[in-house]
């Protein structure tokens, strides 16, 4: 099996979360998983920002649910989504 890079678009639940402790909880969670290549905040509305994060990940059958669901179990975390999918 190869590798697939994976963008997460990583929504907090609010304005008044800590993004970079929200980031660091991420990704004590996400290590071990994959490989955690780049992480930005990307502002979406209203002063709303969002991690997008790109993780290097096996490319096999359910891990695309699981990390969403490691991802969302994080304090602070209101969803995760897949933002992109590239193989590599």
């Known amino acids: 099996m190869g590798q697939v890079l994976v963008t997460f678009e990583i929504m907090p639940e609010g304005l ?47 891990m695309m649910d699981r990390l969403e669901q490691t991802i969302g179990s994080v304090p602070g975390v209101q969803n995760a989504r897949v933002f992109a999918l590239t193989k590599i």
């Open 16 to 62: 008044e979360i800590d993004l970079g402790k929200m980031r660091a909880d991420v990704e004590d969670k996400v290590r071990g998983t994959g490989k955690i290549e780049q992480v930005e905040i990307k502002p979406i509305a209203f002063g709303l920002q969002a991690l997008m994060m790109n993780i290097v990940v096996e490319d096999e059958e359910g």
